[in-house]
């Protein structure tokens, strides 16, 4: 099956940058902090890993 989540995050490993999508199997996306998320920028993906 395609892969179809959009990211645009160039310093990922898993991201394809022509194509700008996400070439993980699967991602974990949890809140970037304690508190309940409301909007958007309370998330965060934990499966991203730094280009070597
Ligand atoms: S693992 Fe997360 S940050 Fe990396 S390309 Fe996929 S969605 Fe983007």
């Known amino acids: ?6 990211c645009l995050v160039e ?3 898993y991201n394809d940058c022509r194509r700008r999508i996400c070439r993980a199997p699967a991602i974990e996306v949890r809140a970037s902090g304690d508190r309940a998320v409301y909007t958007a920028d309370g998330c965060k993906c934990h499966t991203f890993k730094p280009r070597p």
């Open 1 to 6: 099956m395609e892969q179809r989540i959009k």
């Open 11 to 13: 310093e990922c490993v």
